[in-house]
């Protein structure tokens, strides 16, 4: 005869709210870091204007390589270059009842990201020196992958632990057991300090200089980050005597 194998025992309904002889403790943790950035995005814009248009194109299409060729020589300190929007557009003018392309301006957009801020500043200098060129930066920021970014959150998990054992101790008893984390976000600061610098060819349609000059690297003081964590934690306790 085959025996019924006795069926385990049904586990304890869990209590949100706790109970007499299981209460809970819910508190929360925060964590506040000020860093240093590791990477800075500026963002170029080339622009050229000619009453003809493939004199625009061909002016847009020199600087773009230039450009990209200057950016390239620091080698790793470029974390990231990309190509964005490019676009080549008429400016109509009226004559008599009718429009007529009076020139085509054309612009094209860079943006590099580095991680070196010495090096950073040099780049802008060279840049900001050519002809028909704007800056705009830096913005200063954290990796998505900084471990900054875990410090704040073991940091908030601990304080979470901590205020939950000092709410112990206030009831002159102990945790039991952790029921519950939820991580409510963590958050990098948007502090990104901007910058603009803008030259412009003096003759309508002028090239300009685009070689690199002998003037001294521009300082810029990165701004730090701040990184905010913030979890919730329950737990159990020894049920206090209260009596």
Known sequence: MTETP???PAPAPHHPYGTPTTPHVTVRGEAHLEVDPEIAHITITLTARSTDRRTTLDDLTRRNTTTLDLIKTYGDAIEKLETGTL?????LTRHGRA???????????????LNDFTTLGELV??????DLTRLDGPWWALRPTSPHHAAARRQAVQEALQRAREYAEALDTRL??????????????????RAAFSTQAMA???AGTEAATDAA??????????????VEASFTLIPPNLG
């Open 125 to 130: 200098t060279r840049l900001a020196d050519n």
């Open 87 to 91: 676009t080549i557009r008429p400016e």
């Open 6 to 8: 006795t069926p385990a």
């Open 204 to 206: 309508y349609g002028g």
């Open 176 to 193: 039991g057991a952790l029921l519950e984390l939820n991580d409510t976000g963590v958050h990098a600061g948007p502090h990104m300090a």
């Open 217 to 230: 690297p521009i300082d810029l003081e990165p701004v730090r980050q701040t990184i905010d964590a913030q």
């Open 99 to 113: 429009e007529r392309i009076r020139a085509y301006h054309g612009s094209i957009q860079i943006t590099t990201t």
